[in-house]
């Protein structure tokens, strides 16, 4: 079946430190894979996305992600995190053959503190 | 160029009653979809729509329906309201390329009492 897994519920982390958010899916070909981020009562905004090419994928806001095909995952990363970046963070997969549709994954929270 | 708009933005409904929710995608964008979002969970996908046609659907009971207009706006249509369709109501519009990615509105948020 096809799933996606964010381990962490929340995360904490202080300003100016460094940010991975996991990530792992479970598909039966490899999907598009993309993070989201959600402010709250806002929808959700791109950071970036990944099908083929370099591993290593950058995206908006300083934020860069890591597909590894042996591990089945895609982890987000922030080398030094700003107070503006408290959200609640969202891994999704998909794939035009599956329906079309893009699973979620359940979020992680991510609080900054000074 | 504006954003996905959803409209409303919040209302309150009664069990049993019939619920329409509308999106207006970005201007170019052909494909809407739907998604419904409660709290504490990441988003569940509902409906997705191309050039009018269903593209896919997702796990949700037949009171959930949908349809794309010609101009690409679209409606979310919700029959005999149970307490836990209380949820944010997102759309995204994409273009014609899947791997893009969504663009969000800021969603419609739904409470049946």
């Known amino acids: 079946a096809q799933s996606v897994t964010q381990p962490d519920i929340h995360i904490t982390v202080s300003e100016g430190a460094s940010l991975e958010l996991r990530c792992n899916y479970s598909?039966?070909?490899?999907?598009?894979l993309f993070w989201y981020v959600q402010s709250p009562g806002q929808g959700l905004q791109l950071l970036l996305k990944?099908?083929?090419?370099?591993?290593l994928v950058q995206g908006i806001k300083g934020f860069e992600a890591e597909f590894k095909r042996s591990q089945s995952s895609f982890n987000l990363r922030k080398p030094s995190v700003h107070w503006s970046d408290a959200a609640e963070y969202f891994c999704a997969v998909g794939q035009p053959t599956g329906g079309f549709k893009t699973i979620f994954g359940a979020g992680t929270r991510l609080f900054v503190k000074a | 160029d504006a954003g996905v708009t959803q409209s409303p933005t919040h209302l309150i409904k009664t069990r049993g009653q019939h619920v329409t929710l509308r999106c207006s995608p970005i201007?170019?964008?052909?494909?809407v979809s739907w998604y419904q979002q409660v709290l504490g969970q990441g988003p569940q996908f509902i409906f997705q729509y191309y050039e009018k046609e269903e593209r896919g659907r997702g796990n949700f009971p037949d009171r959930f329906s949908a349809r794309q207009f010609p101009n690409y706006s679209s409606e979310l249509n919700v029959n005999a309201l149970l307490l836990g369709d209380s949820a944010l109501y997102l759309c995204a519009s994409s273009p014609p390329t899947f791997g893009d990615g969504y663009t969000f509105g800021s969603g419609t948020r739904l409470t049946v009492v």
């Open positions: 598909y039966g070909a490899t999907p598009y």
């Open positions: 201007s170019g964008h052909k494909s």
């Open positions: 990944y099908f083929s090419g370099d591993t």
